[in-house]
């Protein structure tokens, strides 16, 4: 047997559950490195127990009022840890948060976060309706018995419960991720804590019941536990992730099934009614007692009858689930003579698919290469847009130096027509002056005749004659430079 099994025969239903999500959950993050975890409040430091074949893992706890030489103990408050920041890989605490005072459970938190490196685990029942009246009737239960509280349960009632709002507001304040799993099913916890409280009564009297209760116990572990994690529970185990990168773990968080819920049923009452049977078959019990066993026997009676209701209940029900199931079956086998064939039809699109893929691919290469031959024009085209802009510029620069040379012709074309006027002006003039010269050419003939005649001879003495008498300096410097030209000669 290897010591996993020995730990589900030697825990009780509540006790191994919590340590045994605790260790799934660290273990299915190990990195093959050497990790330190820290149990605050792990009084007996059971953790270890779940680690005792992994040498990568250090499992060390924390409780103030332990008297132990054990080398992994460190003596401290959960609200106020002797350690520095991020000194452990794991901090984790489980069923401690609910008897720290409700004006310190904040600081709690924040302490076990402090010191985590990796992750923080925190198992806890918390409040609500119906965990508050089971926890009440098992207490009374327990005092029926015992004729005192429960030793733990008395101090859920006093301090009352935490309430889930409050480690959820406190995870999104820290802005961390969170996990949220459960753990022992409503169904059960209470009358199974019942069991607890009995083999507790027969052992305070040295009657010992072990191996029925390892038998039990062994049978809950192995065969609930695996099914236990639906969230109508007593337990919540908030994983808490300081590194992102820390993975969840996969729980089945259907109910328990009803054949498996009525398996319990059998195995709680065939316990007490061992129990029972035992004591008178024994003779253990003598007049002396036989009122306070009465008193038990009793409670067990009502307990029992309680139980059986349920059962009948239960058993009811499940006979309702078969034919739910024989139903079920049946509409199974409809669905799968059509799934068988819709399969077939399945099949026949599948191949009509794969044709219509073969006509798609073939279709996507046809449409790659004519992509390719629009880009090869696209390329063209857009060579012939920059050729047909350039020749668009050369023809608008020529456009310009026509309009220029036509302004410029139309300019020479108005002074030609000024030049043009001016000119016939001139002809105008000119025919005048040729006009004048023939008149002056006539008036020379005329005056060369004159000069022939005796009268212009005379008159030309007169003027000399004049010229000489009124103007004789004049006459004098003509005559006198002739006669000096003449001696020149």
């Known amino acids: 047997m290897n010591s996993d099994d020995n730990l589900k025969k030697e825990m009780h239903f509540d006790l191994y559950g919590r340590y045994k999500l605790i260790h799934r959950i660290i273990s299915e993050n190990n990195t093959n490195e050497n990790q330190k975890v820290l149990d605050v409040g792990g009084r007996g430091n059971i953790l270890k127990k779940f680690f005792k074949d992994n040498s990568n893992y250090s499992i060390y706890y924390l409780d103030p009022l332990v008297d132990t030489n054990d080398e992994n103990y460190i003596e401290g408050d959960g609200c106020n840890i002797p350690l520095e920041d991020n000194s452990f890989d794991w901090v984790v605490s489980t069923d401690v948060f609910e008897h720290i005072i409700p004006e310190k459970r904040t600081q709690f938190l924040k302490e076990n976060l402090r010191v985590a490196k990796k992750g923080m685990i925190l198992a806890a029942p918390f409040y ?103 969230q109508n529970s007593y337990r919540k185990i908030y994983f808490i992730k300081k590194d992102s990168t820390l993975k969840n773990i996969v729980l089945n968080e259907e109910s328990i099934p009803d054949l498996l819920l009525f398996r319990i049923y059998k195995e709680f009452f065939r316990f007490v009614d061992h129990t029972i049977l035992s004591q008178y078959e ?83 290469g046809e449409v790659e290469a004519l992509k390719n031959i629009i880009e090869q024009k696209d390329t063209l085209l857009n060579k012939g847009v920059g050729e047909v802009e350039t020749l668009k510029n050369i023809i608008e620069q020529k456009d310009k130096n026509l309009n220029k040379q036509i302004g410029e012709i139309n300019h020479l074309s108005d002074e030609l027509e000024i030049h043009k006027k001016i000119i016939e002006q001139k002809d105008k003039l000119i025919n005048r002056q040729v006009g004048d010269l023939s008149e002056l050419s006539r008036l020379r003939k005329d005056v060369h005749l004159m000069g022939t005649s005796k009268f212009w001879k005379l008159r030309t003495y007169y003027l000399k004659v004049k010229f000489a008498i009124f103007t004789p300096h004049k006459f004098l410097a003509k005559y006198l430079g002739r006669v000096k030209k003449k001696l020149n000669q």
């Open 128 to 230: 609500s309706k119906e965990v508050e009246i089971a926890e009440k009737d098992a207490n009374q239960f327990h005092k029926n018995l015992f004729n005192e509280d429960h030793i733990f349960l008395k101090e859920h009632i006093s301090n009352g419960l935490p309430h889930e709002n409050s480690v959820i507001d406190f995870i999104s304040n820290q802005g961390l991720e969170h996990v949220k799993y459960n753990n022992n099913s409503m169904k059960v916890w209470p009358f199974l804590l019942g069991l607890q409280s009995i083999r507790d009564f027969y052992k305070s009297r040295d009657i010992d019941f072990d191996e029925q209760f390892h038998k039990f116990n062994h049978f809950y572990n192995e065969f609930v536990f695996q099914n236990d994690f639906h």
């Open 282 to 364: 024994s003779n253990q019990l003598n007049r002396n007692n036989l009122n306070e066993y009465s008193n038990q026997l009793e409670s067990l009676k009502q307990l029992i009858e309680q139980k059986d209701y349920l059962l009948n209940k239960e058993s009811g029900e499940i006979i309702g689930k078969e034919k739910e199931l024989d139903n079920l079956k049946n509409i199974i086998e409809q669905k799968d003579t059509l799934l068988n064939k819709g399969v077939g039809e399945v099949e026949a699109l599948k191949n009509i698919i794969e044709q219509k893929d073969t006509l798609l691919n073939k279709g996507v």
